[in-house]
């Protein structure tokens, strides 16, 4: 019998991780002999729902279970959740959730909403209610949303992997100690394979987060053996505790679909078709802000600070400019509605100039108005016409059409980054694996001291 369970919500603002629980439960339940049949899955849910904690993921894991093996796995996934799980500090409000055999139509409806509006509480029981599914929840219940979610998302489409690597307790809130020219060149050699390691344009790591949580690195990568090899060039100055391989969303616009709204509404992603309606404006902090005349009336749409270059090109977009933006549509008070670009296609630049007076054909100063339908004068040699007339002088745009996107250091986790246009993906069908246990090292590497669920697709590489 499959099993499904999801966990979401267990980590706060002062520490934790919901997928260092999932790495602990893969290696539990691995012990216990159980086979999984999907890698453990990280999904990243709409990115603009106000009350998430950093990037709205949660995680599904997959496995074949007999009916008294399915007690134990509910009785462990608890106690895991339980100890590891930041439960009682505020905005942590765990859950998880078991459901056998196939996720139902109903479920994997529910986590298309998820990804692209709020899904209520209330909803996420009724669907659980309806396909006979199980949770455990802890505090408010909000963590049912999100682990429903994961449940219902089997990654059927486009999707990426991602190799955290974990931390030692005792390292945990220190700097975290990854030799940067090996990251670099790391980047170099498995670019475009893997994905938003390095941003070069600001110098700056990507793979590193900054918070308490145990997080060492997280790289992500088209297959599983991309991220694994990047893994090895990777020179570490702190001892890894554990690492796992994750099938997820990550980097491939999950929340931009056909089927995104295409008028913003509230704290959901939104794609627009519009034409610019006035010159940007730029405001102090660097955010540059611009206003779009689409078939929903006006729009205001805000490029920031960090999104760097991103935010010059929209900088530099003038009236009359056709473009389609993709972002997350934000309210706040006595604002109009804005949205956060996320995303920017140009499809056609306006003829930017500007209308000069003539130059005067005896000495070629620039002649002035003699006076409404009088012609023009010029104020060196006294020459007067009355039959020229204002030319229109052409400016470069210094733009192209094209699609655009914020330096790397801004990606969401579901932007899909240029590099990724265009690839083939590969695996994304038909793929199966095997956790084949603690320590298995199929490069004879030396990793083996380390604790790592090594997986694989099918059809070999
Ligand atoms: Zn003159």
Wanted: hydrophobic share 35%.
């Amino acid at each position: 019998m499959r099993l499904h369970i999801g966990i979401d919500d267990t980590d706060s603002a002062k520490g934790g991780c919901t997928t260092y629980i999932a790495a602990l439960l893969v290696e539990k339940l691995s012990r216990m002999r159980l086979r999984f049949i999907d890698y453990p899955n990280i999904i990243r849910l709409n990115p603009n729902v106000p009350y998430k904690t950093r990037g709205n993921a949660a995680v599904a894991l997959r496995l074949e279970a007999s009916e008294s093996e399915y007690v134990k796995v509910r009785e462990v996934s608890i106690q895991t959740v339980e100890e590891y799980g930041r439960i009682g500090e505020e905005g942590t409000d765990p859950a998880i959730v078991f459901l056998r055999g196939k996720p139902p139509s109903a479920v994997a409806r529910l986590s298309r909403k998820a990804l692209t509006e709020i899904v209520s509480v209330h909803d996420a029981i009724v669907t659980l209610r309806n396909v006979s599914g199980s949770a455990v929840f802890y505090g408010s219940g909000l963590g049912l949303v999100g682990s429903l979610a994961a449940v219902g998302n089997t990654l059927e489409g486009d999707h990426t992997y991602e190799l955290i690597a974990y931390r030692r307790p005792r390292n945990l809130g220190k700097p975290r100690r990854v030799d940067e020219e090996s990251i670099i060149r790391m980047d170099r050699l498995t670019s475009p394979s893997t994905f938003n390691n390095y941003d070069p344009l600001n110098k700056r790591i990507l793979i590193k987060p900054h918070g308490p949580d145990p997080v060492l690195i997280g790289l992500r990568g088209e297959t599983p053996r991309a991220v694994y090899r990047a893994f090895r060039l990777l020179r570490f100055r702190e001892a890894i505790e554990r690492w796992v391989i994750f099938r997820t969303n990550h980097g491939t616009d999950a929340h931009f679909r056909p089927t995104t709204q295409r008028t913003p509404h509230a704290n959901s992603p939104v794609v627009l078709k519009g034409v610019v309606h006035k010159m940007p404006t730029r405001i102090s902090g660097g955010h540059v802000f611009c206003e779009l005349e689409t078939s929903s009336g006006t729009v205001q749409c805000a490029a920031f600070e960090p999104t760097g270059k991103f935010k010059e090109v929209v900088a530099r977009l003038i009236p009359g400019d056709h473009v389609t933006v993709f972002g997350g549509a934000k309210q706040h008070d006595q604002l109009p509605m804005t949205v956060n670009l996320e995303k920017l296609i140009i499809e056609h630049l306006s003829e930017d100039g500007v209308a000069l007076n003539p130059r005067c054909p005896r000495c070629d100063k620039r002649m002035k108005s003699a006076g409404r339908g009088q012609g023009f004068r010029c104020p060196r040699c006294g020459y007067l016409s009355s039959k020229t007339s204002k030319r229109f002088v052409k400016r470069e745009r210094n733009l192209l059409p094209g699609l655009y996107v914020p330096d790397k250091k801004a990606h969401r986790h579901l932007t899909k980054p240029l590099s990724r246009y265009g690839l083939k993906r590969g695996g994304g069908t038909g793929i199966y694996l095997r956790a084949l246990g603690i320590g298995l090292d199929p490069y004879g590497s030396g990793l083996s001291k380390q604790r790592g669920y090594w997986t694989f697709t099918a059809g070999g590489w």
